[in-house]
């Protein structure tokens, strides 16, 4: 137990999620999942829900504070262990990019690990749209496509000025520093008027 309890206190920070499939210990998954258990029962560990467990961050508050399913969505669908399985998309990167001030109540990801096409899930409340990749999602191509995720839509995202949502997106892709190259490598997996937005906003000559 203690063994576990120092693996832990060694490899994760207070609040990260720790997810029981991630744990590389030399036990069975049954006597590591009892483990878990008891560690969760002396009150060393919470958790969060089935597999998902934390380290207590120190509070005054009664109770600490609780994980957030906004951190556990990104650790399980976009990024953990510096691996990129994910992007967010739909009005929640709208949101992020500064395209729409709407407030998303549901969050909106796309990602290697979804198991459906489309699927709800719910974490804790908080409500997750997951779409599965169409296209494998790795550190080097996430960025290019969620920008043609997010292209894909743009009409549905407005809610100002074409030129400051020009402006946007014409931000997003100089910061990210998209090549011409990789959204050409891509750009044939998605609908036609793809090509239409981009020649509209002037985006090739934004291009790297």
């Known amino acids: 137990m203690i063994k576990l309890y120092e693996y832990l206190i060694s490899n994760y920070k207070p609040n990260e999620p720790i997810f029981v499939s991630d744990i590389q210990l030399s036990v069975s998954d049954v ?3 009892q483990m878990f258990k008891v560690l969760c029962d002396s009150g060393k560990i919470k958790r969060f829900d089935t597999g ?3 380290l207590p961050k120190a509070s005054r508050l009664k109770g600490g504070v609780p994980l957030g399913a906004d951190t556990v969505a990104r650790y399980k669908y976009v990024s953990r262990n510096g691996r ?5 998309s739909g009005y929640t990167f709208a949101n992020q990019l500064g395209v729409t001030t709407q407030v998303p109540y549901t969050l909106e990801i796309v990602s290697n690990n979804a198991s459906a096409k489309v699927r709800e899930v719910n974490l804790q409340g908080r409500k997750v749209l997951l779409r599965k990749a169409k296209i494998p999602i790795t550190k080097e191509n996430y960025k290019v496509l969620q920008l043609l995720d997010f292209l894909k839509d743009v009409e549905q995202y407005m809610d100002e000025k074409s ?3 020009y402006n946007r997106i014409k931000r ?3 910061d990210e520093q998209i090549r011409k190259n990789e959204v050409d490598l891509y750009i044939r997996q998605y609908p036609d008027r793809i090509f239409r937005y981009i020649y509209e906003m ?3 000559d ?3």
């Open 84 to 88: 990129i399985d994910g992007y967010y």
């Open 52 to 54: 998902i467990y934390y």
């Open 206 to 208: 934004v291009f790297a």
């Open 31 to 33: 006597n590591l999942r």
């Open 202 to 204: 002037r985006l090739y």
């Open 172 to 174: 997003y892709i100089e």
């Open 163 to 165: 030129e400051e949502l």
